[in-house]
């Protein structure tokens, strides 16, 4: 069965009770569900950490697997150049990678308006809740 890596980074552990009129009421295990419906061919891999090397180890199985990735970068999205290092060594292995907003970050804070991952994203998806990752997972599985 083909695998499809969805990685969450810092506080979308949270996801549920974290400012539900951002982010809505649903936790991670429910997104998961949603994506297993979604695709029931597929093993959808879904994990979470707060922890920017976990994250990072993450991206390198992801090319050493070559395993497609849909990447929640979170709050790294606005300053991480370490995880858009390990995001451009997935792309540049030919591994697509996805980058996912539950938000829209355009219409936020100015400091959410910059992404580092983007420039090496094979594509970006924000502002609709969890059918950012739903249509990542349709563009990843047609
Ligand atoms: C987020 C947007 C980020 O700015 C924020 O730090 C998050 C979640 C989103 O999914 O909308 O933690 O990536």
Redesign the pocket.
Known sequence: MARILVLN????GRLGSREPDV?GNQDLAALKVLLEADAPSHDIDLRQTDSEPELMSWLFEAVDSKTPVIL????F??YSYALRDAAAMVTKAGVPLIEV???N?HS?EEF?HNSVISAVATGVI?GFGFDSYRLALSQLTR
């Open positions: 980074g810092p506080n979308l982010y929640n970068p979170a709050a999205t606005h907003h539950i938000s970050p936020r959410r924000a």
